[in-house]
């Protein structure tokens, strides 16, 4: 078994395998697996985020941020939930595209309850009804989410949604995830929906995904902060080495784009958009390993890495079966 590590007091690992830190589950104990799905960018991975109460999915402004079928761990005195946050439902344009929503659409099929999250902000569209669509040829329970009600100022827009939940019969909650409004009503109608069962992790995990997994992931979202619209979609980041010295963490990491403008974009006049990205990434992941971080990272071109199936299986992007 790899060595755990600590991310803001809380530890994350990547193989449980001989681990015997797994209590028995008291009486009553419920736990199970829930799966967030919706659109790209309605906000299902700060509500992940905000539910488990630590940063274990990235996110940002840009559609489509989440790439991988995340796991997040939530355990209360009651309940063990493990959370995973899918990436965005939409119609893919490129075979990292397909992958995406296979991976989306599988996890459908495999959860115990679906929490389908909507932008409550905004009518119910096209992307919502299509999700809704599938949701009907699953026997998966579903709980409709209205998500940013913070921002809400058109009354017939929860509407749309309390129409197409009634037709379905899903419960409704509203929340904010930003502001974390109404997230206690729902969670505790999730876990009445989850069968009595055992802790399937230790309580003080958080994310059963490794440190290196989390580590590209703080950088892919400091590149997604920082640069212009024609980069984000076309960046994979690699962890290539992590050297664990007494009094500091060594990491060597590259990130890799398409076209040789996007690699300019990303380096900036004399290195100064890298430095800024470096230095935001590498804050990140000093709070996941709790010491000092010395960050290298280099930029390099892969032609059309996104519309091949063997580039994508490099970057770590594969189908779930």
Same mark, same amino acid.
């Given at each position: 078994?790899?060595?755990?590590?600590?991310?803001?007091?809380?530890?994350?690992?990547?193989?449980?395998?001989?681990?015997?830190?797994?209590?028995?589950?008291?009486?009553?104990?419920?736990?199970?697996?829930?799966?967030?799905?919706?659109?790209?960018?309605?906000? /299902?991975?700060?509500?992940?985020?905000?539910?488990?109460?630590? /940063?274990?999915?990235?996110?940002?402004?840009?559609?489509?941020?989440?790439?991988?079928?995340?796991?997040?761990?939530?355990?209360?005195?009651?309940?063990?939930?493990?959370?995973? =946050?899918?990436?965005?439902?939409?119609?893919? #344009?490129?075979?990292?595209?397909?992958?995406?929503?296979?991976?989306?659409?599988?996890?459908?099929?495999?959860?115990?309850?679906?929490?389908?999250?909507?932008?409550?902000?905004?009518?119910?569209?096209?992307?919502?009804?299509?999700?809704? #669509?599938?949701?009907?040829?699953?026997?998966?329970?579903?709980?409709?989410?209205?998500?940013?009600? =913070?921002?809400?100022? =058109?009354?017939? *827009?929860?509407?749309?949604?309390?129409?197409?939940?009634?037709? %379905?019969?899903?419960?409704?909650?509203?929340?904010?995830?930003?502001?974390?409004?109404?997230?206690?009503?729902?969670? *505790?109608?999730?876990?009445?929906?989850?069968?009595?069962?055992?802790?399937?992790?230790?309580?003080?995990?958080?994310?059963?995904?490794?440190?290196?997994?989390?580590?590209?992931?703080?950088?892919?979202?400091?590149?997604?902060?920082?640069?212009?619209?024609?980069?984000?979609?076309?960046?994979?980041?690699?962890? =290539?080495?992590?050297?664990?010295?007494?009094?500091?963490?060594?990491?060597?990491?590259?990130?890799?784009?398409?076209?040789?403008?996007?690699?300019?974009?990303?380096?900036? /006049?004399?290195?100064?958009?890298? /430095?800024?990205?470096?230095?935001?990434?590498?804050?990140?992941? %000093?709070?996941?390993?709790?010491?000092?971080?010395?960050?290298?990272?280099?930029?390099?071109?892969?032609?059309?890495?996104?519309?091949?199936?063997?580039?994508?299986?490099?970057?770590?992007?594969?189908?779930?079966?």
């Amino acid at each position: 078994m790899r060595s755990l590590s600590t991310y803001r007091g809380i530890r994350v690992v990547s193989d449980l395998t001989g681990y015997s830190a797994i209590p028995p589950a008291p009486e009553g104990f419920r736990s199970g697996f829930v799966g967030i799905v919706g659109r790209p960018n309605v906000g /299902k991975s700060t509500l992940m985020n905000a539910l488990i109460g630590q /940063k274990v999915a990235i996110t940002s402004p840009v559609a489509q941020t989440t790439r991988n079928r995340l796991q997040g761990i939530l355990t209360t005195p009651a309940a063990q939930i493990i959370f995973v =946050d899918t990436p965005g439902i939409h119609k893919p #344009h490129h075979e990292l595209g397909k992958i995406l929503v296979k991976n989306a659409r599988t996890a459908i099929a495999v959860v115990d309850v679906i929490l389908f999250v909507v932008d409550g902000s905004v009518p119910a569209g096209r992307g919502d009804q299509f999700i809704t #669509h599938l949701l009907t040829q699953s026997q998966t329970p579903v709980v409709l989410g209205l998500n940013k009600m =913070d921002q809400a100022v =058109d009354a017939d *827009a929860a509407a749309s949604y309390q129409a197409m939940a009634l037709e %379905q019969g899903w419960p409704v909650f509203q929340f904010s995830a930003l502001t974390q409004a109404g997230l206690e009503p729902m969670l *505790a109608g999730l876990v009445e929906r989850l069968d009595p069962g055992p802790y399937y992790y230790p309580p003080d995990l958080i994310t059963d995904q490794p440190e290196r997994f989390i580590m590209a992931e703080l950088i892919r979202e400091q590149v997604l902060h920082h640069t212009r619209e024609e980069v984000p979609h076309s960046v994979a980041i690699t962890i =290539d080495r992590v050297e664990e010295e007494p009094a500091i963490t060594r990491i060597l990491a590259t990130v890799s784009v398409e076209r040789d403008s996007q690699k300019g974009i990303l380096i900036g /006049k004399k290195g100064a958009m890298m /430095k800024a990205i470096s230095s935001a990434a590498r804050e990140q992941i %000093q709070k996941l390993v709790m010491g000092k971080v010395y960050l290298e990272v280099f930029v390099k071109v892969v032609p059309r890495w996104r519309h091949s199936r063997g580039r994508l299986e490099d970057f770590g992007y594969r189908i779930d079966e």
